[in-house]
C-alpha cells in the first residue's frame, strides 16, 4: 500500500506490505540502517525512534499507521558534523562496547532527559504527586528510566555516566 | 506474519461495523499486543482497523469522574497531574508496568484488552484452550511458576498479565462501547473479564466489533490514600508474580473502608471482596491486614511451581496495606 513518511525532516513516499514495521521500512526501504533490529519482539530497545516527539518501539510499530506523523532516527540527531549533547556524551564516557544497542540507548537517553526537565515521575519516584528535579536525580531513576534498553555488553554504568552529563549540562544551562 | 488489509478508521461506528461484519478483523491501536501476537502466529486477523485516527486521547476531568480516552497511552495517562494527585494507585500502577517506550506506545483500551504473557499461549506448537479451544492446556502439568492461583480452571491458569487494569478494578471505573449498531454501553470495569472457566477462549464481555471509547473513574476522594505495589523477578521490566492494589479510608486508626485489588495471581484483574469487608471497623494494623491477606488467597489453588505465590501474594498484600496507613492523603 503507497504510505507516505516523514523521517528525519525528509518526506518519502514508498510503496509497502501492510505487514511491514516501521523498523523494516527505516532499514529496507529507507536504507537507514542507524535503527537497529534487535529481538523484534518489543523486549530489547534496540529499534527505539521518536515518532511524534515520544520515544517508541518502531518493531511493534506498523509503517502503515505512521502516515502523516514525525519520525526520528540515530542518523537526524546530529546537526551535520555537530554531534547531538547526547551522542557526544556516550563517546566521551564510553557509553557502549560492540555498540549495537547504542542508536536505541541514544534516542531512548535523548527523551528521558525531556522527561526529566518535565518532572514526570517513573516508578522509582517515592511520590508520584512530587516533580521529580533534574538536579538531585539519583543514578537509580535514570537506571529505571532507560530499563527499556538492553545492553549486552553490559555498558550500563557509563550509559548512566552519559546520561548524567547530559542533565548536569543540562541544569547548568 | 499472515497477509493483512490495513484500514484506518475515519468514524467510530464504521470501525466497529468494519469489524464487526468481518470474522477475522481486530482493531489495532498501540500494537503493543498484536504486533506482537501477529509476528508469531498467535494472532491471525486478515483485516486490522487503526483505531488511532479516531482521536479517542484525551483525559477530561470534573469533580464527579475522569472520563478517559480509549486511545490515551499510558504514559499520557501515568503522567497527568490529577491522575497523580486523586489516584496514586493508577499511576503508581502503570508506572509499574512495561518500559516508557511501551508506555508511550500502550493504549488503555489496549492495556485492557492485552493477552496472557503465558509461554504455552504464544507457542503455536503447545496445547492451549484459550488460543485453541479444546487443545488442552500444556501449564497444568509444565512450567508454571509464573501462572494463576485465583480463578484457575482444569481448562486455563493463565495470568492476567496488567497492572493497570488491577488499579481500576478496584476503583470501579466504567468501559464505556460503542456497538457496532451505533448505540452504546457501559460496563463495570469488574464485568469485563472472564475467569477462564470452560471457555478460556472467551476472555472479556464484549462483542466482535465492540468498540472501547472511554474508561470511566468515578470520584473516589478516599483513593487519595492508595498504592500499588509489585513484587518480581527483576526490579523493572518485567511482569508481576505478585502485586497489590490498595485503597484505605482511614478515621484516626480506624478502617472506615478498604479495597484490595491484585495481580499476578489471578487470572483476571481480581477483587477481593471477602478481604476488604473483613477491615472495615478494624484498627489499621498489620494484624488486620494479615487477616485481609488470609481471606483474599483462601480460595488460591496451586501448581507444581507456583506455590510460594500463594504467601508471596499474602505478603504483598500486608506490605501494600501498611504503605497505604503511612502515605499523605
Redesign the interface.
Known sequence: ?PTTLRVNDTVHDLAL???V?LLDALREGLGLTGTKKGC???AC?AC?VILDG????SC???A??C?GRHVVTIEGLANGDELHPMQAAFLHCDGFQCGYCTPGQIL?AV??VQ?VQ?G????V?G???QMVDAATLTDEEI???M??NLCRCGAYANIVAAVRSVLAAEVRS | MRAITYERAVGATDAARAVATRPGAMFLAGGTTLVDLMKIDVLTPDTVVDVRPLGLSSIDVSDEAIAIGAAVSNSQLAWHPVVRDRFPVLAEALLSGATTQIRNMATVAGNLLQRTRCPYFRDVHASCNRRQPGSGCDALTGFNRGHAVLGVSEQCIATHPSDMCVALVVLDAEVRTLLPDGTTRSIPFGDVHRSPGDTPHLEVALEHGELITHVVIPSLPAARRSRYLKVRDRASYEFALASAAVVLDLDGDTIRAARLGLGGVATRPWRAAEAERSLAGRSASDEAFRDAAELALAGASAREHNHFKIELAKRTIVRAFAAAREATP
Open positions: 500500500m506490505d501492510s505487514r514495521t523484534d519482539q518489543g530497545g527505539t515520544a520515544r517508541v518501539l511493534l510499530t506498523l502503515a499507521a502516515e531512548s527523551c528521558a522527561e518535565a514526570v515521575p517513573s516508578h519516584t511520590n508520584v504527586r537506571r529505571e528510566r530499563s527499556g
